[in-house]
């Protein structure tokens, strides 16, 4: 089997395994990931529970569709994380209750959405902007991504969900989950004094386990 067969099989696999267990609804949600000559990712419309390895689509490194179904409208999102991260190897963008819920609260930080409440959100996620709304598939989406200039692995567009970024598809799958998980503890905890993790504690998890 190809390194690209294999890389269809993973997505069509974690992508079941994100449905399967709430993270995406429906037809909500899309996925994408690198392969040498060109980007794979799920295709318009599609249930990310129900995909087929042979029908994603896929495009060339200028974004021309080559071959598979029709790609995710919202194939401007994830070129602009390619082209202003070179070390993304995988886009995760789901419409997750939690990161959703957050998204669509008027008093979060836009420029740290996501605050350091536990270590491991610092080590898999990161910082997270808080994007402006624009309707799904706007072409705006990619140009508010590139003013970013790669300064952020993960980013949430305002009353839509999150988009998530790693250096393979597992682990933007993984910090996809990371990211819903600590919103999940955000809103839980949103009326109750909080204790979030230092500047101190920060800096050594990003001294001992690096900062994606």
Known sequence: MSAESKLREEIVRLSKSLFDRGFSMGSAGNISAAVDDGILMTPTNSCLGFLDPARLSKLDRNGNHISGDKPSKEVFLHRALYETRPQTGAVVHLHSTFATA???????????????????????????????????????????????????????????????????????????????????????????????????????????????
Do not use: Q, W
């Not at 270590?119 to 072409?139: A, F, I, N, S």
């Not at 988009?163 to 799958?173: F, K, L, M, P, W």
């Open 102 to 212: 957050l998204s669509c609260l008027a008093d979060i930080d836009p420029d740290d959405c996501i605050p350091p409440l536990t270590p491991y959100v610092v080590m898999r996620v990161g910082e997270v902007k808080l994007l402006p709304y624009v309707k799904p598939g706007d072409e705006k989406m990619g140009d508010m991504i590139r003013e970013l200039a790669g300064r952020y692995a993960a980013v949430l567009l305002a009353n839509h969900g999150p988009v998530v970024t790693g250096r393979d598809i597992a682990s933007a799958v993984y910090a996809a989950e990371e990211l819903e998980e600590t919103a999940k503890l955000l809103i839980l905890l949103k009326d109750a004094p909080k204790r979030m993790l230092s500047d101190e504690n920060v800096h050594e998890l990003k001294a001992v386990f690096g900062a994606y």
